[in-house]
């Protein structure tokens, strides 16, 4: 009896603290990565996937990988980190020949309003007691971070070492966050906008017998584009103006000066005869062009073509009247973008 404790005891001695501390199923990867001339693949699930090129190693190393649960700190100003976090452990690491790829899923839904996955997602990675921005490149189509590590750095600001303490480095899904305004200047300019007025304006098939015709919001049945409404209100990069019976909402996009938006009226007037319009008008990356007589913050395009086609998302436009003389109807059909058209949208300011 005596044998046997005295063999446990030893066997307890052996076992190695980082077992204790993190028992094999908290791993959801454990492998030796072997020097070999082939290309070696570990997964786990579809969150992540690491790739060792042929030749990437020159000895054998041990692979650990498990889900980060508590990640250090994160403070990096105007980002987020998001919640698919590893840390990888590298036993017996000395060096890499060639660039080793880990794949990481990244959450769409984490992507602000306005932004693209190439603007807003980005490959972090925690080494030296830093959180920095990895080398990496998005595969937008499969929703992914591809992070490339190598043996020197896997900072695109600093020359240094990629592992912490016993080989080890976190990666993570990290997401750019919109500036409150303070420190974005021309956000901060925008928010001083309390009106705003829409339009969408060419020769139009199935209005006005396909002449010129101007879809204006707020619609107050195509009064001008001098025509604004009131109660703009701002959330962040977001806006939102209430309509009779609709509103326009919308993103600023400060990095490249170009807004999204979308604008919906469904409303009915009496006067001689009863008139009623239905609309929605989806615009998408339509660009600043200036500050108009100091008084209107513009964004749109003239001339027509592509670049206004490209802007029109979506268009729903129906007008009904009816008097005692019967029910006229006019409903947009398409617009001829060779002619002249335009997209022009305004933010009254102060």
């Known amino acids: ?83 698919n976090l590893y840390k990888l452990s590298f036993k017996g690491f000395q060096s890499f020949a060639k660039t080793v790829n880990i794949y990481l899923k990244y959450d769409p839904s984490k992507i602000e309003s306005g932004k693209t996955p190439e603007q807003s997602v980005k490959g972090m990675i925690y080494s030296n007691g830093t959180w920095k921005e990895a080398n990496f490149e998005i595969d937008k189509v499969n929703s992914r971070i ?7 750095s896997s900072s695109s600001l600093k020359d240094e070492p990629v592992f912490m303490a016993d080989d080890e480095i976190i990666i993570g899904d990290g997401y750019t966050t919109t500036d409150t305004g303070q420190d974005d200047d021309f956000l901060a300019k925008m928010k001083t906008s309390k009106f705003i007025s829409v339009d969408f304006s060419g020769y139009h098939q199935g209005l006005n017998e396909g002449n010129w015709y101007s879809i204006h919001f707020p619609l107050y049945f195509n009064f001008g584009s001098e025509t604004f409404t009131d109660n703009l ?55 600043y062009d200036y500050d108009r007589m100091g008084m209107f913050f513009k964004f749109g395009k003239d001339g027509g ?23 006229k109807e006019e409903e947009y059909l398409s617009t001829d973008y060779s002619k002249n058209s335009w997209v022009e949208i305004e933010f009254m300011h102060y």
């Open 146 to 152: 591809i992070f490339n590590i190598n043996n020197l």
């Open 305 to 327: 073509g592509n670049n206004i086609k490209n802007m029109v998302k979506y268009i729903q436009f129906k007008k009904v009247y009816k008097n005692y003389q019967g029910t």
């Open 233 to 287: 209100t701002w959330d962040g990069n977001k806006f939102v103006a209430e309509l009779e019976g609709g509103n326009i909402s919308g993103t600023i996009n400060s990095n490249n000066k170009t807004l999204n938006l979308q604008a919906t009226c469904d409303i009915t007037k009496i006067w001689d005869d009863t008139t009623s319009i239905e609309a929605v008008l989806h615009l998408e990356n339509v660009p």
């Open 1 to 83: 009896m005596k044998n046997i404790i005295f063999l446990s005891a030893i066997m307890f001695i052996i076992t190695s603290c980082d077992e204790l501390l993190n028992p094999s199923s908290d791993y959801v990867i454990e492998k030796s990565v072997i020097a070999t001339s082939e290309e070696q693949v570990f997964e786990a699930g579809n969150d992540f996937k690491i790739i060792f090129p042929p030749n990437a190693v020159n000895q054998n190393i041990e692979l650990k990988v498990k889900k980060e649960s508590s990640a250090p700190t994160f403070s990096l100003s105007n980002m987020k980190l998001g919640s």
